[in-house]
T-cell receptor, first 111, second 115 residues
């Protein structure tokens, strides 16, 4: 059974601080996705990582992928309140037709 | 812009009713998916479809069926709704591998309450 594990599940951090969310998965895959979900809303795509060593950055968020370790990270730099949301990683096994999601990391940035 | 539209944002149904959740995408995507989202469990795949009239079971298909008669439309059917099917339902679509980035695009979600 394919497993996608995120940690931490809950993260409360102060504005201005840095932190990293981890996403481990149990299958062979070179495609990993990060999504953001605001309360009561749907999922919005943040990053698409399509190869080993891929790194993408957008504003205060940076995502990376290590396919050998089956690990992706989402690094938050100098957090601001607007980043408060739930973040999901999703893995697409090399069959190309499905997405398996982690349980999500609920991030709260405190002023 | 990719648009995935779910027919209802909120639904309240009675136990035993047959429930239809509709999803339409306008980007000619081959793949379509139905997920349910519950607190602490993340998103779990119910069914997906990679072509018209084709369907594959996901991780939790029991109590659900699907229909894809046209490429742009993917329907989720609860044959006899039960209270344990109260959840947020999310539809998504994606392009087939080789035609472009394969990320999934999501609809706005349907919050279903079964009473």
């Amino acid at each position: 059974e394919l497993k996608v594990e995120q940690n931490p599940l809950f993260l409360s951090m102060q504005e201005g601080k840095n932190y990293t969310i981890y996403c481990n998965y149990s299958t062979t895959s070179d495609r990993l996705y990060w999504y953001r979900q605001d309360p009561g809303k749907s999922l919005e795509s943040l990053f698409v990582l399509l190869s080993n060593g891929a790194v993408k950055q957008e504003g205060r968020l940076m995502a990376s992928l290590d396919t050998k370790a089956r690990l992706s990270t989402l690094h938050i730099t100098a957090a601001v309140h607007d980043l408060s949301a739930t973040y999901f990683c999703a893995v697409d096994p090399n069959t190309g037709n499905q997405f398996y999601f982690g349980t999500g990391t609920s991030l709260t940035v405190i002023p | 812009d990719v648009k995935v539209t779910q027919s209802s944002r909120y639904l309240v149904k009675r136990t035993g009713e047959k429930v239809f959740l509709e999803c339409v995408q306008d980007m000619d995507h081959e793949n379509m998916f139905w997920y349910r989202q519950d607190p602490g469990l993340g998103l779990r795949l119910i069914y997906f479809s990679y072509d018209v009239k084709m369907k594959e079971k996901g991780d939790i298909p029991e109590g659900y069926s699907v229909s894809r008669e046209k490429k742009e439309r993917f329907s989720l059917i609860l044959e006899s709704a039960s209270t344990n099917q109260t959840s947020m339902y999310l539809c998504a679509s994606s392009i087939i591998e080789g035609r472009g980035p394969t990320e999934a695009f999501f609809g706005q979600g349907t919050r279903l309450t079964v009473v």
